[in-house]
């Protein structure tokens, strides 16, 4: 039995990890990897997977939003990948799904596939389809509150305004009262704090990792250990900023080592 897997997630290291750790099963075949919805809607009904791990907050749609807009019949399997709080898990518990939910360690991930292998053996796809369908439809008609997160930086620059959208912006550093804010080679001055700046910046994207430091997860290239248990981050720019004690538990616990 070979199950044609799919990856969706708008974070490369947690697609990474995903693949790293499918390779330990025999009966996946990896079919690819999407970072975004549009892709995994074309790449869902174009390579007709058996099983998707799919994330539900991307930057261009939701997961359920890729659910809804897909063509393939049967739909897939859905394992989703979860940042979502307790209060919107019991959707999922409701409706019996299995969820990963980050940072999630080996031994779940491996329990969550081993379910969906047993679930294939017995081929019993016609419950699956219903409860996917009602569980969109509870999420879309669901009044569960969730933080809003902002999604563009006001900037002001002389007697102007203007916006940076947050899932651009590559790294923030402290100078004084002011944050720098880099983006695409480009830095921006916004007199406001870390400690302020973090609580309106999406949790799952972007992290504290110094009290003068805030970087976008996606934007991580690799991290560099050194003898003395230090970390340091390499950037897609090749940036390197140092990971303070104080952060990095939180830091490592969010990228799933």
């Given at each position: 039995?070979?199950?044609?897997?799919?990856?969706?997630?708008?974070?490369?290291?947690?697609?990474?990890?995903?693949?790293?750790?499918?390779?330990?099963?025999?009966?996946?075949?990896?079919?690819?990897?999407?970072?975004?919805?549009?892709?995994?809607?074309?790449?869902?009904?174009?390579?007709?997977?058996?099983?998707i791990f799919?994330?539900?907050?991307?930057?261009?749609?939701?997961?359920?939003?890729?659910?809804?807009?897909?063509?393939?019949?049967?739909?897939?399997?859905?394992?989703?990948?979860?940042?979502?709080?307790?209060?919107?898990?019991?959707?999922?518990?409701?409706?019996?799904?299995?969820?990963?939910?980050?940072?999630?360690?080996?031994?779940?991930?491996?329990?969550?596939?081993?379910?969906?292998?047993?679930?294939?053996?017995?081929?019993?796809?016609?419950?699956?389809?219903?409860?996917?369908?009602?569980?969109?439809?509870?999420?879309?008609?669901?009044?569960?509150?969730?933080?809003?997160?902002?999604?563009?930086?006001?900037?002001?620059?002389?007697?102007?305004?203007?916006?940076?959208?947050?899932?651009?912006?590559?790294?923030?550093?402290?100078?004084?009262?002011?944050?720098?804010?880099?983006?695409?080679?480009?830095?921006?001055?916004?007199?406001?704090?870390?400690?302020?700046?973090?609580?309106?910046?999406?949790?799952?994207?972007?992290?504290?990792?110094?009290?003068?430091?805030?970087?976008?997860?996606?934007?991580?290239?690799?991290?560099?250990?050194?003898?003395?248990?230090?970390i340091d981050?390499k950037m897609?720019?090749?940036?390197?900023?140092?990971?303070?004690?104080?952060?990095?538990?939180?830091?490592?616990?969010?990228?799933?080592?």
């Open positions: 039995m070979v199950i044609k897997t799919l990856i969706i997630d708008d974070e490369a290291l947690a697609r990474l990890r995903l693949k790293n750790l499918l390779k330990e099963v025999n009966e996946i075949e990896i079919l690819g990897e999407c970072s975004n919805g549009k892709d995994a809607i074309n790449k869902i009904d174009e390579l007709q997977p058996n099983l799919l994330d539900i907050q991307m930057t261009d749609m939701t997961g359920f939003d890729v659910l809804e807009k897909i063509s393939l019949n049967p739909k897939p399997i859905v394992i989703f990948v979860t940042a979502y709080n307790e209060h919107a898990l019991k959707a999922f518990d409701y409706f019996a799904f299995d969820y990963l939910l980050k940072p999630y360690k080996d031994d779940r991930f491996f329990k969550s596939v081993n379910n969906i292998l047993k679930y294939i053996d017995n081929k019993d796809y016609k419950p699956f389809e219903d409860k996917l369908e009602n569980l969109v439809k509870y999420i879309k008609t669901s009044e569960t509150s969730t933080k809003n997160y902002s999604e563009k930086l006001p900037i002001k620059l002389g007697n102007k305004v203007f916006f940076i959208k947050s899932n651009e912006i590559k790294y923030i550093i402290a100078s004084g009262y002011y944050a720098e804010i880099f983006n695409n080679e480009k830095k921006y001055l916004l007199r406001e704090s870390l400690s302020n700046l973090i609580e309106t910046l999406h949790p799952q994207k972007f992290i504290r990792i110094h009290r003068s430091t805030i970087i976008n997860l996606n934007e991580v290239a690799e991290l560099i250990h050194s003898n003395y248990g230090e981050v897609t720019d090749s940036k390197l900023f140092r990971i303070s004690k104080s952060y990095k538990k939180d830091f490592l616990t969010k990228m799933g080592l």
